[in-house]
């Protein structure tokens, strides 16, 4: 057998040797001397910077639910499910039966589960998210015998140590995010409880309690400080989820390196399979929470999850308030000429894949200015997949902080009608310009109210009652004629409206 060829300087970074000039400068003074090891290798894995480890020998490929107690040379993969990094690490969790110096996560396949027991590395603790894929190459099972209440994991019977080193005949390795996206998606045995059920429920859930629940919204991270030690800083990061049950949701709170996990999910996406989540109950409202006996699955196969994934995704179509204005992707001339409500509808569901421009005299059946300035939803835009409303043009999300220019919204404009039907103007995609020419009119016709600049922007310094007494009523029952346009296969989906002609509508009422 040939050893490498390494001497005992490759396994650490070169430390600079200090210059005759700053050798003499240094003689007068007291220094401590260097240690063999630099601070950022203490704890390290102790390899060579320019080698990886590579498997000695040949390991048996085996499913997590093939593994038994003893002596072993195997090597498997799996999801994790669960993670508590160490105390060096992560100071803000709580002390546990582990020793210092260990990460404890929990993995599964298709098959079972199984904890890992592993010693703390370089930045292994960044990559402790749900979901990631992981390859373990171990020699030893040992019986799961941690009984904790705190460390208590159901289902999983063995533990595995793992010392990630050159010479070190286990290993792991942390696969990308996007790896293999499809494998070890199969869920666990789905006995699904409600979200609403266990959130109400005046009995403490059992163990085997598994959530099917979908991301609604993923907010920023922040910063609290801890009671207990005080003065901590702990990062939290809140998700809220839903389901059938419960659509309008409830809290699920990451905390600490947990907090990673959630970067990469998305909104009315991403399915979370829940199986003994914390059920917290301290504030006014029930929420819920990643113990270190939870199993967390993400995007989880099978039906149900499936079906959830439809449910969020026509529940996120019902939801759009504000669909920007498209610039482009119109016919140049209007090829359609003045057509009815029902017309356009029939242009629009039988010919998807071929865009249009042409003229609609409708009603306004009233408008809803006054209102929704009451309301504080004169304007809007969509943020972090949450509506953002305002009284004004300005506003800033309360999610990210980011500040939006908002557009007028189109709720306001009420219900259009013809003599072959009506529909809400609000589903409809407005224009800056069609949204000014409809409250200050065009040629003869124009309702706008006095001492107010031609810009839909400037009615929102108008109060309450300026607002239904001057535009409100004066809009009641006009005709005008809407220049709408449909972009076809690859649009917004929905009708747009490019300008409002006052002038059209005074001659239809001659």
């Given at each position: 057998m040939v050893l490498p060829n390494h001497s005992i300087q490759s396994f650490f970074p070169k430390i600079p040797v200090p210059s005759a000039s700053h050798a003499a400068a240094g003689r007068g003074t007291l220094q401590k001397p260097a240690d063999a090891l630099a601070p950022s290798d203490a704890g390290g894995d102790l390899?060579?910077?320019?080698?990886?480890?590579?498997?000695?020998?040949?390991?048996?490929?085996?499913?997590?639910?093939?593994?038994?107690?003893?002596?072993?040379?195997?090597?498997?993969?799996?999801?994790?499910?669960?993670?508590?990094?160490?105390?060096?690490?992560?100071?803000?969790?709580?002390?546990?039966?582990?020793?210092?110096?260990?990460?404890?996560?929990?993995?599964?396949?298709?098959?079972?589960?199984?904890?890992?027991?592993?010693?703390?590395?370089?930045?292994?603790?960044?990559?402790?998210?749900f979901g990631r894929l992981v390859t373990i190459w171990a020699t030893t099972a040992i019986v799961y015998t941690l009984t904790t209440a705190s460390l208590l994991i159901p289902h999983v019977p063995l533990f595995i140590p793992i010392h990630p080193s050159l010479t070190s005949p286990?290993?792991?390795?942390?696969?990308?995010?996007?790896?293999?996206?499809?494998?070890?998606?199969?869920?666990?045995?789905?006995?699904?409880?409600?979200?609403?059920?266990?959130?109400?429920?005046?009995?403490?859930?059992?163990?085997?309690?598994?959530?099917?629940?979908?991301?609604?919204?993923?907010?920023?991270p922040r910063t609290l400080k801890s009671k207990n030690p005080p003065g901590l800083d702990l990062v939290m990061t809140e998700v809220r989820v839903f389901d059938e049950s419960a659509p309008a949701g409830c809290s699920l709170k990451l905390w600490c390196n947990k907090t990673t996990s959630a970067l990469g999910w998305t909104a009315n996406q991403t399915v979370l399979l829940l199986t003994n989540p914390r059920r917290e109950t301290a504030g006014p409202v029930p929420e819920l929470g990643v113990g270190l006996g939870t199993l967390v699955e993400v995007d989880p196969g099978g039906y149900e999850a499936g079906w959830l994934r439809g449910m969020a995704a026509g529940r996120a179509e019902r939801q759009v308030v504000c669909v920007p204005f498209p610039e482009g992707g119109f016919p140049e001339e209007e090829g359609e000429g003045v057509c009815t409500l029902a017309e356009v509808d029939g242009r629009v569901r039988g010919e998807e894949g071929s865009g249009f421009v042409g003229r609609v005299n409708v009603l306004v059946?009233?408008?809803?200015?006054?209102?929704?300035?009451?309301?504080?939803?004169?304007?809007?835009?969509?943020?972090?997949?949450?509506?953002?409303?305002?009284?004004?043009?300005?506003?800033?999300?309360?999610?990210?902080?980011?500040?939006?220019?908002?557009?007028?919204?189109?709720?306001?404009?009420?219900?259009?009608?013809?003599?072959?039907?009506?529909?809400?103007?609000?589903?409809?995609?407005?224009?800056?310009?069609?949204?000014?020419?409809?409250?200050?009119?065009?040629?003869?016709?124009?309702?706008?109210?006095?001492?107010?600049?031609?810009?839909?922007?400037?009615?929102?310094?108008?109060?309450?009652?300026?607002?239904?007494?001057?535009?409100?009523?004066?809009?009641?029952?006009?005709?005008?004629?809407?220049?709408v346009g449909w972009q076809g296969e690859g649009g917004v989906g929905r009708v747009c409206v490019l300008g409002v002609d006052w002038e059209d509508g005074d001659e239809e009422l001659m």
């Open positions: 390899q060579p910077e320019t080698q990886v480890w590579h498997p000695k020998g040949v390991y048996k490929e085996v499913n997590i639910s093939d593994l038994q107690p003893g002596s072993c040379k195997v090597t498997f993969k799996g999801r994790i499910v669960n993670s508590s990094p160490s105390l060096e690490t992560n100071p803000g969790s709580k002390k546990s039966m582990l020793p210092k110096g260990y990460h404890f996560l929990v993995l599964k396949d298709d098959t079972g589960l199984v904890a890992i027991k592993l010693v703390v590395t370089a930045n292994h603790h960044t990559r402790l998210q286990s290993s792991i390795k942390f696969h990308p995010l996007s790896t293999s996206p499809t494998l070890y998606r199969l869920p666990s045995s789905l006995n699904l409880t409600p979200l609403l059920t266990f959130l109400t429920s005046p009995s403490p859930p059992p163990t085997d309690t598994r959530l099917l629940v979908c991301v609604d919204t993923v907010f920023a059946l009233g408008t809803k200015l006054g209102e929704m300035k009451r309301m504080g939803k004169l304007c809007c835009a969509e943020c972090c997949h949450l509506p953002l409303y305002a009284a004004t043009p300005s506003a800033t999300c309360n999610t990210c902080d980011t500040a939006h220019s908002l557009v007028l919204n189109p709720a306001v404009f009420g219900r259009l009608a013809d003599e072959t039907g009506c529909l809400s103007a609000s589903k409809m995609v407005w224009s800056d310009r069609a949204c000014t020419e409809l409250l200050f009119g065009t040629g003869k016709h124009k309702p706008d109210p006095s001492g107010v600049t031609e810009d839909w922007r400037s009615i929102v310094g108008m109060d309450v009652s300026a607002l239904k007494e001057e535009v409100d009523e004066k809009l009641a029952y006009c005709r005008v004629t809407l220049v």
